[in-house]
């Protein structure tokens, strides 16, 4: 199984700032990799998939890069609602696996 | 607009058989791929299965021998069992719709609402 390294898994930020997330694989996996959002009690949002492309109507904040091992989530700047438990989740090859998540709270 | 809606039993024994199902609205089941995703409480999240219309799946190995996940084109839902489950089964289980093709293979862009599963006597 491949498998996914996010850090930190915590992180604590004001609203404003800039954040990056990083999910490392445990082996190459191309571009094949999803982010995800989440907030207590709902259900994942998908946020990016091929590690760069935003899904439709996900704002422009956010964005992913990487490729291989390595892959960033960044947010921007952060805002109220961005304060939630980040994913990712690779689809390289099965199964397919996800990261232990990233918890964003507020400084 | 894709809406998907998890039901079931919250409550399971140990050793019995845990048995969900989700109905899809505003799409065809046929279009896609079909995920089953739980997440224990205070955990990541874990894949489960995949299934397509025509009942081709793929199961997580570490569920394999207990998982069967199945599709009912008729009525649009589609269906998990777990056998012999645990108090390490607990968890919210969750459907998703997979994306099939292209750089969004294997995506899950649309989830239902989540559904907390119990294991305790």
């Known amino acids: 199984d491949i498998q996914l390294t996010q850090s930190p898994s915590f992180l604590s930020a004001s609203v404003g700032d800039r954040v990056t997330i990083t999910c490392r694989a445990s082996q190459g996996i191309s571009s094949s990799l999803a982010w995800y959002q989440q907030k207590p009690g709902k259900a994942p949002k998908l946020l990016i998939y091929?590690?760069?492309t935003l899904q439709s109507g996900v704002p422009s904040r956010f964005s992913g890069r990487g490729s291989e091992r390595e892959f960033t989530l960044t947010i921007s700047s952060l805002q109220p609602e961005d304060f939630a438990t980040y994913h990712c989740?690779?689809?390289?090859?099965?199964?397919?696996?996800f990261g232990q998540g990233t918890r964003l709270e507020i400084k | 607009h894709v809406q998907l809606q998890e039901s079931g039993p919250g409550l399971v024994k140990p050793s019995e058989t845990l048995s969900l199902t989700c109905t899809v609205s505003g799409d065809s089941i046929t279009t896609y791929y079909w995920s089953w995703v739980r997440q224990s409480p205070g955990k990541g999240l874990e894949w489960i299965a995949f299934v397509y219309h025509t009942g081709n799946a793929n199961y997580s190995p570490s569920l394999k021998t207990r998982a069967t996940i199945s599709v009912d084109t008729s009525k649009n839902q589609f269906s998990l069992r777990l056998s012999s489950v645990t108090a390490a089964d607990t968890a919210v289980y969750y459907c998703?719709?997979?994306?099939?093709?292209?750089?969004?293979?294997?995506?899950?862009?649309?989830w239902g609402q989540g559904t907390l599963v119990t294991v305790s006597s």
């Open positions: 091929a590690a760069s």
């Open positions: 998703a719709r997979m994306g099939q093709g292209g750089s969004a293979y294997g995506t899950h862009d649309y």
């Open positions: 989740q690779q689809i390289h090859s099965y199964p397919i696996t």
